[in-house]
């Protein structure tokens, strides 16, 4: 089954301890990315990558790092977790076909800071 | 002005209602628009791509309006299982990576 996988689920963790959310996906797309969701404020990417080894700055990136080392995984990583990225987490994979960018997102991840 | 702005509702429809959503967008440039629909606080799934020439899919026509910058989706003959929060996406011109999402608008369908 074509999917995107995410994990933890759900995380409650506290101020400052570094921690990773792990994003997968089978359907060998060269596109993915990370996006949080936060009422009234909508979808916002906080990071893309086109393809291994190239990495972007969405438009709220401070406070997260990323990596892609193989095409299939896009972790993204808090190294000092705050309480204002609590926060709802998608993680989505697309084609890079012109014209039509179809997102598949996880299933999404809660992460409550306290 | 945000790059894209629908009105929040809630939308709230008898069954069997058309409803009908618009959507704003400031950038000029862009390409590339769909509506997504999300389910209470799940992933958001790709409903309808929009093309110039409008288009439908069985119940759902959107419609791309390039000179007042807007597009929308006509849902006709509600049902039940619409009820959920329809997203409004759009690309950044020339920029494939870059969508941005509008906040959404949450629609309730009752019997």
């Known amino acids: 089954e074509a999917q995107v996988t995410q994990n933890p689920r759900y995380l409650i963790t506290v101020t400052g301890k570094k921690l990773t959310v792990t994003c997968s996906q089978n359907?060998?797309?060269?596109?993915m990315s990370w996006y949080r969701q936060d009422p009234g404020l909508g979808l916002r990417q906080i990071y893309y990558?086109?393809?291994?080894?190239?990495?972007d700055k969405g438009d709220v990136p401070e406070g997260y790092k990323v990596s892609r080392k193989e095409k299939r995984n896009f972790p993204l990583i808090l190294e000092s977790p705050s309480p204002n990225q609590t926060s709802l987490y998608f993680c989505?994979?697309?084609?890079?076909?012109?014209?039509?960018?179809?997102?598949?997102f996880g299933p999404g991840t809660r992460l409550t800071v306290t | 002005r945000k790059e894209v702005e629908q009105d929040p509702g809630p939308f709230n429809v008898p069954e069997g209602a058309t409803v009908a959503f618009n959507c704003t967008y400031s950038n000029s440039a862009s390409q590339s628009f769909f509506w997504y629909r999300q389910d209470c606080r799940k992933e958001p799934k790709l409903l309808m791509s929009v093309y110039s020439s409008g288009n439908e899919d069985g119940r759902f026509t959107a419609q791309l309006n390039r000179a007042s910058q807007y597009i929308s989706l006509l849902i006709r003959d509600s049902k039940l299982s619409d009820s959920a929060t329809y997203l409004c996406v759009v690309n950044r011109g020339g920029t494939a990576s870059k969508l941005t999402f509008g906040t959404g608008t949450r629609l309730q369908v009752t019997l």
């Open positions: 989505a994979s697309s084609l890079l076909q012109s014209g039509l960018y179809e997102q598949y």
């Open positions: 990558s086109m393809n291994v080894e190239v990495t």
């Open positions: 359907m060998n797309h060269e596109y």
